[in-house]
């Protein structure tokens, strides 16, 4: 009640004096705005008056200067082109707002005065007045005009000017003309460019609005500016004169401020006179009021003042301040409580933790263990029987075929290979270094790809950049690697087909990247969480082993091994590797 009596009354104050304030503003706005509309349109037409001689006076300066004998002797024989070249040079320097000054001849031929800007801009002029041309941080504008000899036109004389040369004094006439706190601008009608008489301007009003199109004029009233666009009859030009809606609507302006502080004061009165009414009566309960809800968000600490009053709001207020003091008392104790006992949870949560951690790694090695020994025993003694048999088939077999010699050799390659794997593979926890070499990663890998045979309805596409360098790794350990990897995208593919992509990049800053890309069906979230842990696996035979050693090897060369994955989009594995220094 405190609060909403007096904002009511102050709304409703509000609401009054802001419609008549409101309905005020609108009905002067409007006047004012039609009055300065008119008036901007009366003050353009004025000033484009004022521009419309110099279009009319073309030809009669060009019969001027053409009547100067050595250039009219030129114009009419092509006689005398020194003398008149020499007569225009000082016509042109004797004429300060004159920057260029171009006599062509009819019958061919031009003498040509003031700077060579100049004269490019005099000879695009067609007849008559040009548009203004930026030249340089100069504006300058053309005028044609011809040579008559009798009924024959001999020739044109042409006028360059400067609007930077004048700009002063046409700036003084054009304020005379147009008043105070008014913008001035005269452009091309197509809008191509603007000028405020001392240099280029950006474009106040879009093309369109710049074409009149035969109109005589055009007035617009905005949010932000009043202005009116009359042609400067005869030219290629438009002027263009504004006024900021602020400045014009100034008195609207000045009329809606004392209002509105009459109005403001008439509602802080009214409010004011409500509030301390409402006050006295709702200043007890609204402190106790306060005092509950901080005692509900957890400021204990809040008390009453009136403690000393011997009405029933004394009594109120001697009761809450003891109920606040015994509630802070046990919240201080009940926190501490909490504080040791999450302590104390916390600590045992974290050692439960590392102790299942250490239980499971040391179980995993523990069968790694086993299994690897296992591998070897199993695996060697069939390895060295193979070794035996392809020595002796080399032996008893020295005039053999060509290609039997190729299997030979292939035979004895994936032998040693093998045999070599079966070490790493019970080196793995010891973590054998690698052995180094500068290697080609694109040889490495459609070697890797060559040892899995055929590949039948599974197609291996090969992205190498032909910049790519050499890496420095095991080239042993890495294309285990990479056979475990396409392997694995291998027997993703086998029954519905596909194709695995092997893209290599130099990635710039000293690494080798490869991606090993397949169209499989991709992991699900659960299976992708636990690729990497040793004897995890989905399939119906190995021993979950490949990734896990990969990763190894992969990091043992200071490389990397990750993977992204989503169902129904495949599988992409990453590695990286170093590059040789150079």
């Known amino acids: 009640m405190r609060i909403r009596l007096p904002a009511v009354v102050a709304l409703l104050l509000a609401l009054c004096t802001a419609g008549v304030v409101t309905v005020a503003y609108r009905v002067v706005r409007k006047s004012i705005t039609q009055s300065t509309t008119e008036r901007l349109r009366s003050a353009a037409d004025r000033v484009a008056a004022a521009l419309t001689p110099s279009a009319r006076r073309a030809p ?54 003031g700077s060579p800007s100049a004269t490019q801009v005099a000879r695009a002029t067609p007849r008559g007045v040009g548009p203004f041309v930026a030249t340089g941080d100069t504006v300058d504008y053309a005028v044609r005009g011809p040579v008559l000899s009798g009924a024959d036109t001999i020739g044109y004389v042409v006028q ?13 006439l054009i304020s005379q003309l147009v008043g105070q706190n008014v913008s001035f601008l005269i452009g091309n009608a197509n809008g191509s460019l603007w000028t405020d008489l001392a240099k280029q301007v950006p474009a106040p009003i879009t093309p369109a609005e710049a074409d009149l199109h035969g109109k005589p004029s055009r007035t617009f009233a905005g949010n932000d500016t009043v202005w009116a666009t009359v042609p400067v009859a005869g030219t290629p030009w438009v002027v263009w004169i504004a006024q900021e809606t602020a400045t014009a609507l100034e008195p609207a302006t000045s009329l809606v401020k004392q209002l509105t502080l009459l109005a403001l004061l008439v509602v802080i009165f009214g409010a004011l006179v409500a509030w301390w009414t409402i006050r006295r009566l709702t200043a007890p309960l609204d402190e106790l009021a306060h ?15 009136r403690t000393d009053a011997a009405d029933e709001m ?6 809450f301040n003891a109920m606040a003091e015994e509630i802070e008392t046990h919240h201080h104790e009940l926190e501490d409580q909490v504080k040791d006992r999450t302590a104390d949870l916390e600590k045992a949560l974290d050692d439960l933790r590392i102790a299942q951690e250490e239980n499971v790694q040391r179980a995993r090695l523990a069968m790694l263990g086993q299994l690897a020994g296992g591998v070897g025993h199993e695996l060697r003694n069939p390895l060295g029987v193979m070794t035996n048999a392809v020595y002796v088939l080399d032996t008893v077999m020295p ?21 070599k794997i079966v070490a790493d593979l019970l080196d793995f926890a010891r973590t054998r270094t690698p052995q180094c070499t500068p290697t080609d990663v694109a040889a490495l890998v459609k070697h890797q790809v060559e040892r899995l045979g055929p590949l039948g309805n599974v197609t291996v596409n090969y992205d190498f950049a032909d910049s790519l360098p050499t890496a420095n790794i095991d080239p ?11 392997t694995n995208a291998t027997q993703v593919l086998v029954e519905t087909g596909g194709a695995i992509n092997c893209v290599g990049r130099h990635d710039g800053n000293g690494t080798i990247t490869l991606d090993v890309i397949d169209t499989g069906p991709g992991m699900p979230p659960e299976v992708a969480a636990k690729i990497f842990e040793p004897l995890f696996t989905t399939k119906a035979r190995g021993l979950g082993l490949g990734l896990t050693v990969s990763r190894m090897l992969a990091e043992n060369n200071a490389g990397t091994l990750t993977f992204v994955t989503a169902a129904g989009a495949g599988t992409t594995f990453t590695l990286t590797v170093p590059t040789v220094a150079t």
Do not use: C
């Open 60 to 113: 009669a300066d060009a019969q001027r200067f053409a009547a100067v004998p050595d250039i009219h002797a030129w114009l009419a024989s092509a006689t005398g082109q020194a003398a008149a070249q020499s007569r225009v040079d000082s016509i042109q320097r004797a004429t300060p707002q004159m920057v260029g000054l171009l006599i062509v001849r009819s019958g061919g031929g031009e003498i040509a005065a």
């Open 160 to 172: 360059v000017h400067s609007l930077t040369a004048t700009s002063a004094a046409s700036t003084v």
């Open 291 to 305: 005092a509950s809800e901080a005692l509900a968000h957890g400021d204990y600490q809040r008390r009453l003042a």
């Open 314 to 319: 004394g009594r109120l207020a001697r009761s």
């Open 399 to 419: 005039n053999a075929d060509p290609l039997v010699k190729d299997y030979l050799g292939i035979l004895r390659g994936q032998i040693s290979l093998s045999e």
């Open 476 to 486: 042993v350990q890495i294309g285990q690697v990479v056979f475990n990897l396409v």
